[in-house]
């Protein structure tokens, strides 16, 4: 018995008398299909700054006392990593120098070898009660936080050699996870969680929460060119959609991207979320992709 973790067209533009193209369609355009409406969006939004995150060493070891942490601290492209190995088992603190993100993990208790029970995880109102009171207790809290989704975050599978389905599954970890809104629209790409294990214990938790200021207004391109722009694999990231055999679109949303914890990042900008169904391998499962939402000075030329 083994124990796994289950973790067709051309754009063109006419510019002084040439023709540019911009780009052809993917070759993956016809997965796709849009089962939503193309939502009314504002002709323009507000740009907005990331405030430059100042880290150091005196101030990762503040942020670890908070968690009741101490020991050595190293650093190495730009995270600074805090073990404390004076725990059973140990427990980890990360602090990320481009962002100010802030990763707290207990390796053995969130991602363990070994589960042979269920493990006790509190039900959704208890599992919310005490993310908020570990925040309010390291200080971790943001007044413009709200809980977008109770979860499982961990699952563990056990699987008999030659099975075609699992002996058992347990549910390991909840995340109680937060999201924010600036300038009334959602951000994507935000990660704050507060991960729970057996017992209703804080196991984890994570957040990349940049601070932002306006910085003047930006002008909006309309969810069709977006759509457009999906089909052609023209998107914020890498495209995914060459892993799918069909897409279905059922949600169309403009937001702000925000980039993960890892990235510099100097403005914060509008993008469309196009999310739904994909189908690989003949398995559904959740798709979400982001495009841009900005109007460049090309655009408004053409």
Request: with cysteine.
């Amino acid at each position: 018995m083994k124990s796994n973790l289950v973790v067709g067209a051309f754009v063109l533009a006419i510019a002084v008398g040439c023709i540019l193209i911009l780009n052809p369609l993917s070759a993956d355009a016809d997965k796709f299909s849009l089962a939503a409406e193309f939502p009314e969006t504002p002709n323009s939004c507000t740009l907005y700054r990331a405030v430059p995150a100042t880290v150091t060493g005196e101030e990762v070891r503040g942020i670890a006392g908070r968690f009741g942490l101490s020991g050595e601290l190293s650093e190495k492209s730009r995270e600074f990593r805090l073990v404390d190995t004076s725990k059973d088992p140990e427990e980890w603190l990360s602090v990320y120098a481009h962002s100010g993100a802030v990763a707290y993990h207990i390796p053995d208790r969130e991602l363990p070898a070994e589960v042979t029970r269920q493990p006790d995880l509190p039900a959704d109102a208890e599992a919310e009660e005490i993310a908020r009171a570990f925040l309010a207790k390291t200080g971790m809290a943001s007044p413009d936080a709200r809980v977008v989704e109770i979860a499982v975050n961990q699952r563990h599978e056990v699987w008999s050699s030659g099975g075609d389905e699992p002996e058992a599954s347990y549910d390991v970890t909840v995340a109680v996870r937060f999201g924010r809104s600036l300038d009334g629209l959602p951000v994507y790409g935000d990660e704050f969680a507060v991960i729970l294990g057996d017992g209703g214990d804080v196991v984890g938790l994570v957040k990349t929460w940049r601070e932002v200021e306006p910085e003047g207004s930006v002008a909006v391109r309309s969810p069709e060119e977006a759509y457009a722009d999906l089909l052609a694999s023209r998107t914020v990231g890498p495209s995914g959609s060459a892993a799918y055999d069909r897409v279905t679109i059922e949600n169309i949303s403009l937001g702000y991207w925000m980039e993960p914890r890892g990235v510099v990042q100097d403005t914060v900008r509008p993008v469309y979320a196009f999310s739904g169904t994909a189908v690989r391998d003949g398995a559904s499962e959740p798709y979400v992709e982001y495009v841009s939402a900005e109007r460049d000075a090309l655009e408004d030329e053409a």
